[in-house]
């Protein structure tokens, strides 16, 4: 009897180190990560299909790329490519590229940068909403109650469109909150495009905002973009080509570095918490993180009323690009 519950135990053990293992295994590891700019181009089926290139990093032990398809605003993850990369810089490369959707959208974001406050994308010419979710450093636990109830108002059964911009502190101190919005991306509750909100999300509240965000006067800009990029991989989140400033603070100096690693800052002309109402076209912010209930009760109280109509809420990457071809060959190829 004895034995028996020793070799329980070690079975036990051993199941458990297994376990271990495999949690372990389950997240990738991302090294020797830089920005790297290439036109990257690929023939299959007689089609010619251009992709732009703008990282480059070991997923793992393996080589591979973060790319755009410039056409559909999507990314994905490139190992083993099969056509021709050619590394040229972001500028010459969107030159290159000027007739494509993400050519014409970075052009556009390049002349927004001069605002402190909101600056970037804040609205989109369309009929349809989009919501933005700011998941900003917080202790407090994510507000699944909000995000449960928000998608049982949509009456349809596709996925939900939401932007969820993620801060690389909300991610290391939420792992449980983090796998269920995942969870609900993969369970087709969510269709998520997921935006860098930066890797620390620096705040203070004792400072103005002119030396507060990322305006902080030590502000590694690159860290708090690649490091963030780092932190979403290894996470198994693929970052899309939009960045938002935290507290939507910038100055010209830091957008135009940040759309120098090939990003599109993106604002918010409705950021419900702060009085704003919502129209067609609009780019709504809430913060689901627990801050902010105020904005997450007024958003379902305007979807339940019918200001905002939840089943016309679209994904910011289609409305640009208006197209259901996507970058099929690669894209969310993440396990590799
Ligand atoms: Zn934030």
């Known amino acids: 009897m004895k034995q028996q519950t020793f070799k329980g135990?070690?079975?036990?053990?051993?199941?458990?180190?297994?376990?271990?293992?495999?949690?372990a295994q389950a997240y990738p590891k991302i090294t020797a990560y830089m920005p790297y700019y290439a036109l990257y181009t690929e023939s299959q089926q007689n089609k010619t299909t251009c992709y732009i290139i703008i990282r480059k990093f070991k997923y793992n032990s393996t080589q591979v790329y973060l790319y755009i398809h410039p056409d559909t605003l999507q990314t994905g993850i490139l190992k083993n490519p099969q056509g021709t990369i050619q590394q040229n810089s972001l500028n010459n490369i969107i030159r290159q590229c000027a007739d494509t959707q993400y050519a014409k959208l970075y052009q556009?974001?390049?002349?927004?940068?001069?605002r402190m406050f909101n600056a970037g994308i804040t609205h989109v010419d369309t009929n349809g909403m989009f919501v933005s979710?700011?998941?900003?450093?917080?202790?407090?636990?994510?507000d699944s109650d909000f995000i449960e109830k928000f998608i049982a108002l949509k009456k349809t059964s596709t996925p939900l469109p939401v932007i969820i911009c993620i801060s690389g502190k909300w991610m290391l101190t939420h792992p449980e909150d983090l796998q269920w919005l995942q969870s609900l991306a993969s369970n087709g509750k969510l269709d998520i495009t997921w935006a860098n909100h930066s890797f620390t999300h620096f705040y203070s509240r004792k400072l103005p905002v002119r030396k507060n965000f990322m305006l902080k006067e030590d502000t590694n800009?690159?860290?708090e973009v690649f490091q963030n990029e780092i932190c979403m991989l290894e996470h198994d989140i693929i970052p899309s080509?939009?960045?938002?400033?935290p507290g939507l603070v910038s100055n010209q100096k830091i957008y135009e570095k940040v759309m120098g690693y090939g990003l599109i800052p993106?604002?918010?002309?409705?950021?419900l918490a702060k009085g704003k109402?919502?129209?067609?076209?609009?780019?709504?912010?809430?913060?689901?993180?627990g801050n902010e209930k105020k904005g997450t009760s007024l958003l379902l109280q305007l979807a339940r009323c019918g200001t905002i109509n939840i089943?016309?809420?679209v994904s910011l990457t289609k409305a640009y690009t208006n197209t259901q071809q996507t970058a099929l060959i690669h894209k969310k190829q993440v396990k590799l």
């Open 266 to 271: 993106l604002g918010a002309d409705a950021w």
């Open 221 to 223: 800009v690159a860290r």
């Open 133 to 142: 979710f700011d998941l900003c450093p917080s202790k407090r636990p994510i």
């Open 241 to 245: 080509v939009f960045f938002r400033f």
């Open 311 to 313: 089943n016309t809420i």
């Open 9 to 23: 135990s070690i079975f036990l053990i051993m199941a458990m180190i297994l376990f271990t293992v495999t949690i």
């Open 277 to 289: 109402k919502p129209v067609a076209g609009s780019i709504i912010l809430v913060h689901p993180n």
């Open 108 to 114: 556009k974001a390049l002349q927004k940068s001069k």
